[in-house]
């Protein structure tokens, strides 16, 4: 698999560190760059990208900008000096956040998530062990394997995914949105708080759940769905 490529920085040194590195990468194909962010939005509206890696702070508009104005939505990598930015990148769910002076390993490693979540996107799983989400977390892409997931708790517009074998995963995402990503055979709400992978169950009682790792209740209203 090939990515298409664009890169949009108002400093050139920094688009020939971006070209320098993509030559190292043989799966990004680094097709156009541009120094001028309103050439930049022409050529991408006429030309899709795969991916754009996109500087957040230029005189003409922000990357930020930018990206909400694309006509065609590519992958976004987000580089930029200034840390302050992050949650706006996060909140467009960008594949990754790269602070200058950028490092080859990091680029590396932002390309290849690109490239994992375009392949997740468009290829068929041949397992259900292979299976897995892919959610934003702490200004990153983060894969999870459905397999892995023990259950999810609602934290208001936020998730917190537990795996019950390491740090839960916290991503701006509502439960409801959360209850689409994962098959409905294998996972099942059983509390406006709470979605419960059906293969950790230890036991039920009282209106409650013995999980792997802990008890959770069952609502009234999410009983009937809490198929033994």
């Known amino acids: 698999m090939v990515?298409?490529?664009?890169?949009?920085?108002?400093?050139?040194?920094?688009?020939?560190?971006?070209?320098t590195y993509a030559k190292?990468?043989?799966a990004l194909d680094l097709t156009k760059t541009f120094e001028d962010a309103i050439s930049g939005i022409e050529y991408l509206n006429e030309q899709p990208a795969d991916l754009l890696i996109l500087d957040i702070n230029m005189p003409d508009?922000?990357?930020?900008?930018?990206?909400?104005?694309?006509?065609?939505?590519?992958?976004?990598?987000?580089?930029t000096?200034?840390?302050?930015?992050?949650?706006?990148?996060?909140?467009?769910?960008a594949i990754d956040y790269?602070?200058?002076?950028?490092?080859?390993?990091?680029?590396?490693?932002?390309?290849?998530?690109?490239?994992?979540?375009?392949a997740f996107r468009t290829q068929p799983l041949n397992s259900k062990d292979d299976a897995a989400i892919y959610v934003?977390?702490?200004?990153?892409?983060?894969?999870?394997?459905?397999?892995?997931?023990?259950?999810?708790?609602?934290?208001?517009?936020?998730?917190?995914?537990?795996?019950?074998?390491?740090?839960?995963?916290?991503?701006l995402i509502t439960l409801k949105k959360m209850q689409e990503m994962l098959p409905t055979e294998q996972f099942v709400r059983i509390h406006r708080s709470y979605i419960i992978n059906k293969a950790k169950?230890?036991?039920?009682?009282?209106?409650?759940?013995?999980?792997e790792t802990v008890l959770l209740p069952i609502g009234d209203s999410y009983a009937a769905h809490l198929l033994l």
């Open 3 to 19: 990515l298409k490529c664009v890169a949009i920085d108002d400093e050139p040194l920094a688009l020939e560190l971006v070209k």
């Open 24 to 26: 190292c990468i043989p």
């Open 61 to 79: 508009i922000t990357g930020i900008d930018l990206a909400k104005t694309l006509t065609y939505k590519p992958m976004l990598i987000f580089t």
């Open 81 to 93: 000096a200034y840390r302050q930015f992050a949650y706006e990148g996060f909140q467009l769910e």
């Open 98 to 118: 790269l602070l200058k002076p950028i490092q080859f390993e990091e680029f590396s490693k932002a390309v290849q998530k690109a490239i994992t979540y375009k």
């Open 136 to 171: 934003h977390s702490e200004y990153r892409l983060v894969k999870i394997q459905i397999q892995e997931i023990e259950y999810i708790e609602s934290m208001e517009d936020y998730v917190k995914i537990h795996t019950g074998t390491e740090k839960p995963v916290l991503s």
């Open 201 to 211: 169950i230890r036991s039920i009682r009282h209106k409650k759940v013995q999980m």
